[in-house]
């Protein structure tokens, strides 16, 4: 019964990332200088029709950044950006940073760390780990 159990969660983890088209894991990991490195920019790379989860994920991390990071948003040493890849506007930021589909990323400087994979599979399910994910990405650039 326990197989059975991890089996149904394993499809639906699954499903949710086939279902909304996500690229987790098409980041180059090329190094390109977007943004300088006193500054971070959390990019959240999506298209105009989005699943539940695909909303979660940009719901979730704005909340946390505003939970863990409000002194830093408003000085402007981190910054969320949403950006639609349908909109032709977005394709020179996703061209320097090597995105191709719905990305979840840290960037400081030349460094940038790719955490969608952790944003779908917790955003939802579990938003506590995705703050801690995102906290120690985040507390690395920072220190």
């Known amino acids: 019964m326990k197989n059975i159990a991890i089996y149904i969660s394993f499809l639906m983890i699954t499903s949710s990332f086939c279902g909304c088209g996500s690229a987790n894991g098409n980041v180059k990991e090329e190094k390109t200088s977007v943004t300088s490195a006193d500054k971070i920019e959390v990019y959240y790379f999506h298209y105009t029709r989005r699943c539940a989860t695909c909303t979660a994920v940009e719901e979730q991390t704005q909340r946390i950044l505003k939970q863990l990071y409000q002194d830093e ?41 790719n955490i969608t994979t952790d944003a779908f599979m917790y955003a939802k399910s579990n938003p506590d780990k995705l703050k801690e994910v995102i906290k120690k990405n985040m507390d690395s650039f920072l220190n």
Do not use: C, P, R, Y
């Open 73 to 113: 948003l408003n000085n402007k040493k981190v910054s969320f950006q949403s950006i639609n890849l349908d909109e032709a506007s977005s394709e020179e930021v996703a061209k320097k940073l090597g995105v191709s589909g719905q990305t979840l990323l840290i960037v400081s400087g030349d460094q940038k760390e």
